[in-house]
């Protein structure tokens, strides 16, 4: 099934508090305003099978829509997209004029797929990913994994209020599938909670950040907290920011999240998380609070 010109948003914006539903704005007005905290994507690859160079654009636009929207940011450098048995993966080095480089793995119309991998890579772009110690880049490869899943859920909602066009409409499952069977595959039971697993994995993961079972499992536990609060990818911004080559645990990385983040919505966000992995981070008062520009 090929996909649609165009998309509707239907988001919560952190950054302004409205719901995310058309009829509160009118879609074209929301489609605009979303429009501005999105980055301009390009394709470098124009092979994709079967996958029309059009197709794909619009399937990585509207992933796009699902999750920067939620920075409340609005100067993203442009993504340039390829394609790579390698991939997927977002490269250290840019492009001639600054753009983000993200290497795709998939090909033809498998359409959930170019959503998961890119949202993924988005979800690193969001983190401000960066060389240095790696500890903690199991962490980062985790939010990933919820940005995944957070950006497949979001085209669900939005497909199945207004699709651009009716035959196109039957889609929308298709992404929920995706996303649920993901979930359900790696949902924690009741019993266990993600501090146990943390606990239990926590020198593995040291050593093998992307193991994708462990960071899938945590994922569908952080999930829910993102989607009570959407605006915690504006917090997500701010994760890497003093981030170096000198290693450190995992509980002076989450206290220096809270530190870097510039209000206290943010901070309450980045404590609830920390909370749910059995970090319990200081209360910082606006004082004490040393907000610092955030990603680039």
């Not at 390009?42 to 990585?60: F, S």
Request: with cysteine; net charge positive.
């Amino acid at each position: 099934m090929l996909l649609p010109a165009r998309f509707a948003v239907h988001a919560v914006l952190g950054f302004v508090g409205l719901l995310g539903d058309t009829h509160l704005l009118g879609e074209d007005a929301f489609n605009s305003e979303a429009e501005r905290f999105i980055p301009n994507i390009r394709l470098t690859e124009k092979n994709w099978g079967q996958g029309a160079p059009e197709d794909v654009e619009k399937i990585l636009q509207s992933t796009a829509r699902q999750l920067f929207p939620f920075t409340g940011k609005k100067d993203w450098a442009d993504i340039l997209v390829g394609k790579s048995p390698h991939g997927p993966v977002v490269l250290f080095r840019r492009g001639e004029n600054g753009e983000y480089i993200i290497n795709l793995n998939t090909r033809d119309r498998f359409w959930c797929q170019y959503a998961f991998q890119f949202a993924h890579e988005i979800g690193h772009i969001i983190c401000g990913f960066r060389k240095g110690d790696k500890s903690n880049l199991w962490f980062e490869e985790t939010i990933c994994e919820v940005a995944s899943l957070f950006a497949l859920e979001k085209l669900t909602l939005e497909w199945n209020h207004s699709a651009p066009y009716p035959n196109w409409q039957p889609y929308a499952e298709e992404f929920k599938k995706y996303a649920d069977q993901r979930i359900s595959k790696h949902l924690l039971p009741q019993s266990y909670s993600l501090q146990q697993l943390y606990k239990e994995r926590a020198s593995a993961l040291k050593a093998k950040a992307d193991d994708r079972e462990t960071n899938t499992r945590m994922a569908t536990a952080l999930l829910p907290i993102f989607r009570e609060s959407p605006q915690g990818w504006e917090a997500c911004t701010f994760l890497n920011l003093k981030k170096t080559r000198q290693p450190q645990n995992f509980e002076t990385y989450l206290n220096d999240w809270q530190d870097n983040c510039s209000s206290n919505e943010q901070r309450k966000f980045v404590r609830k998380v920390s909370q749910s992995f059995g970090v319990i981070l200081p209360l910082l008062t606006e004082s004490q609070a040393k907000p610092r520009p955030r990603v680039k």
